[in-house]
């Protein structure tokens, strides 16, 4: 549940977390959780604006797309995100179409845990036979941050950073009962000893692409708080 408004101070500047994966909001929350911003989600706007087309190649691309529209549709400053697995053995597939890649990037209307489960076994699929010390991939997340102006919502900055490791083979993988995606293959280096699903949220939260992303624009908040204005 997001936390009440009255744990930000009246001045603080309003966060909206452009995300509809509710555990990508559930650990932008822990990760981002600070009185000096008031943390929006948005089942909190009524009505929630419409999910713009990620019609982008890149996970940048797709990150600018989300937080320029947002920001538009609500009048907020807003932060949104495009994160991905790239294996090494398959050229850096399956990239910004991992949340569908056992369709080749079309959504088919499956809950979140259908297409995880299809997902992640036609990226074993498509490793079959490939030896573990080639099957090197990173989670990659890209946050671009963007806030509305009279003349039209201004990105701000974007911030990428990656988790580095390996796809397990099976019937090592899957292993984990936390995380969700691809976390049940991805073996987080550097010793390769546990998949990401096995690392508590508390862990996970310091290591991860999405928490190394996060520093990064805590890290530009902290300076540039100022231009979170839509006057500015």
Request: charged share 15%.
């Amino acid at each position: 549940m997001p936390p009440p408004p009255d744990r930000a101070p009246a001045s603080a500047p309003a966060l909206l977390l452009a995300t509809a994966n509710p555990h990508k909001l559930a650990e932008l929350r822990a990760i981002f959780a600070t009185p000096a911003l008031l943390l929006l989600s948005l089942d909190q706007l009524g009505p929630t604006p419409p999910e713009p087309a990620e019609t982008g190649d890149t996970f940048e691309a797709n990150a600018t797309i989300k937080a320029l529209a947002y920001a538009a549709a609500t009048g907020l400053c807003c932060l949104a995100d495009d994160s991905g697995l790239e294996v090494d053995a398959l050229g850096g597939a399956p990239g910004v179409i991992s949340a569908h890649f056992a369709t080749d990037g079309i959504p088919t209307g499956q809950s979140r845990a259908q297409r995880d489960s299809a997902n992640n076994a036609h990226l074993l699929a498509r490793l079959a036979g490939t030896p573990p010390g080639a099957r090197a991939a990173r989670f990659v997340c890209v946050m671009a941050l963007a806030v509305p102006r009279p003349a039209g919502p201004e990105l701000l900055a974007t911030f990428r950073s990656e988790m580095p490791g390996r796809i397990g083979v099976p019937p090592h993988v899957p292993r984990g009962e936390h995380g969700f995606g691809y976390d049940p293959l991805f073996l987080v280096g550097p010793d390769h000893a546990r998949t990401s699903a096995q690392l508590p949220p508390q862990e996970k939260n310091r290591l991860s692409h999405r928490a190394r992303a996060a520093a990064m624009v805590a890290r530009w908040l902290a300076d540039n708080a100022h231009q979170l204005s839509a006057r500015a």
